[in-house]
């Protein structure tokens, strides 16, 4: 994510944004093409709401946000923000979940149950030779004459 100042280098036609005939009584959407410079780059933002404070586009195989206002901008990055915290915060909540699903498994598929057993106690016997490692080599250095 990042931000970028940009220039509008055309002059935007509204144009409908459906080829349809308008529903009586209800105004129809227009958009705007605009060829926009952002850093010596030339852009082109295809079908962008004319009457919005902020849009999205795609352009060289990203989203864009496209807005006229700081605020908009600004609240469009502190939603952004909340999505990315709720996903963190919701990391309790899934390993539980995985926990609950890999117990069904075992039910279902007794095979599964017995992998799953199979994987943790390797696991721990992976720990305490880890630590018996770290042990002997404390051992060793403690045994072996200081150099003086």
């Known amino acids: 994510m990042r931000v970028d100042i940009g220039f509008v280098t055309n002059q935007p036609i509204p144009k409908p944004k459906y080829q349809i ?8 959407e227009t958009v ?5 410079k952002v850093n010596n780059e030339t852009i082109n933002l295809n079908g ?14 990203e989203t864009i946000v496209v807005s006229t206002s700081r605020d908009a901008i600004s609240a469009e990055v502190v ?5 990315s915290v709720d996903i963190v915060n919701s990391k309790p909540y899934h390993e539980k979940r995985i926990s ?6 075992g039910q279902l598929h007794p095979e599964f149950a017995e992998k799953q057993s199979q994987k943790e106690e390797l696991t721990q016997l992976k720990e305490q030779v880890n630590g018996l490692a770290s042990q002997v080599t404390r051992l060793v250095e403690a045994l072996m004459p200081q150099k003086q």
């Not at 005939?21 to 129809?28: R, V």
């Not at 705007?32 to 926009?36: C, E, K, R, S, T």
């Not at 962008?48 to 195989?61: E, K, L, T, V």
């Open 79 to 83: 939603n952004e923000k909340q999505k």
């Open 32 to 36: 705007v093409d605009l060829v926009v």
């Open 48 to 61: 962008i709401s004319a009457q919005a404070d902020i849009a999205d586009s795609f352009a060289n195989g």
């Open 21 to 28: 005939p308008p529903t009586f009584g209800q105004p129809q």
């Open 100 to 105: 609950m699903c890999d117990s069904v498994l």
